[in-house]
């Protein structure tokens, strides 16, 4: 699989000369940086805004040898910043899931915390206790370099609960230079004995026009559509273009549901094809209530139908079948059944 983390993107970039790879993330960052006392911190909010970026940058700032003060980023000049660049920095350690690793730059784990690989075994989303132990064991070292030392949990949502209890004491009072950076897009999930020893810093969706001009910057065509599309989520829409999705697609689909046509859906991972019918659902049920639709524009949806007891249905149906989402038995019987009271909600009225 192609690497998108090379220089294409920049979605696992570091910081260089003040610029930062999501320009939306330099408030945070600095609020991190300002704001930042506890030897844990949790970055919480929306996916698709840059959480492991951040977790990144205040990594990279933590361990820059050449920033002028401690309120600014990474300086991306210092030998501390060129081995970070080259995931190679050795008072820097992350905790992803193994499916995870080579998506956001950082290879397959090493011999020693392996998982015993099945060859065909999908990789897991979760973060497991072989994983934690390496942790354990680097929190043990003195800082190589000496300036700090910092371990990148994400998301830390997928710490199952093995892992997480053993992270816990280390968590707490982690030995000399070691710092935590937690970051998540569901902290409801996370023990609340993990909250508890983290200080929080909310994320929230960047403001459109950045988010935009990223877009544009990175080359994604009519950036507006897939920007509502995803819920004003930059990174997702980046990904959705990446992946093929046009904007033409998201329009014609409210119209293809309504017209009972499944295979609109059958390409799509089962996870997005039902959210994408989710907010489809919640842009009708906005116009009826007299709101504005926000992930369609309003000429792209179909009329309202009359009676709206189909809706109501569908949406019940769209949210049990998002909670097997990740594992459904059959997904194209499912989208042809999903799609067919989709179509039968949207039937318009006589
Ligand atoms: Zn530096």
Redesign the pocket.
């Known amino acids: 699989m192609a690497s998108a983390s090379d220089s294409d993107t920049d979605i696992t970039g570091l910081a260089a000369n003040g610029q930062l790879p999501l320009p939306w993330l330099a408030a945070p960052l600095q609020q991190a940086l300002t704001q930042g006392r506890s030897h844990a911190m949790l970055l919480q909010g929306p996916a698709g805004v840059g959480q492991f970026d951040l977790a990144l940058l205040l990594a990279q700032a933590w361990l ?4 002028a003060a401690p309120d600014q980023p ?5 030998a ?2 060129r081995l970070l660049h080259s995931r190679s920095h050795p008072d820097f350690q992350v905790l992803l899931p193994e499916a995870l690793r080579e998506p956001l730059g950082f290879g397959a784990m090493d011999a020693e915390g392996a998982e015993p690989k099945a060859s065909k075994a999908k990789p897991s989303r979760e973060i497991k206790i072989e994983a934690v132990r390496q942790v354990l064991s680097f929190a043990q070292v003195s800082a190589a370099r000496g300036k700090a030392k910092v371990v990148v949990v994400y998301p830390a949502e997928a710490l199952n609960t093995v892992a997480a209890n053993a992270l816990l004491k280390t968590l707490e009072e982690p030995a000399g230079l070691l710092r935590f950076v937690l970051a998540s897009a569901a902290p409801q999930q996370l023990l609340p004995t993990i909250r508890s020893r983290c200080q929080p810093l909310q994320m929230a969706l960047p403001a459109r026009d950045a988010a935009l001009a990223w877009l544009t910057s990175q080359g994604v065509e009519t950036p507006d559509v897939l920007l509502a599309a995803t819920g004003g989520r930059p990174q997702e829409a980046l990904l959705w273009s990446e992946e093929g999705i046009a904007a033409k697609t998201w329009l014609e689909l409210p119209r293809r549901i309504a017209r009972g046509e499944a295979q609109a859906l059958t390409d799509w991972p089962v996870p997005r094809a039902i959210a994408a019918m989710q907010r489809l659902v919640h842009d009708l049920m906005r116009i009826a209530h007299g709101a504005s639709p926000g992930f369609f524009p309003r000429d792209a949806l179909p009329k309202l139908p009359a009676v709206r007891t189909a809706l109501d249905q569908w949406a019940r149906t769209l949210q049990q079948a998002a909670r097997h989402a990740e594992h459904p038995l059959n997904a194209g019987l499912l989208m042809e059944s999903l799609v067919a009271q989709g179509q039968q909600a949207m039937r318009p009225a006589r």
């Open positions: 820059c040898e050449g920033r990474g300086c991306g000049q210092c501390s910043c």
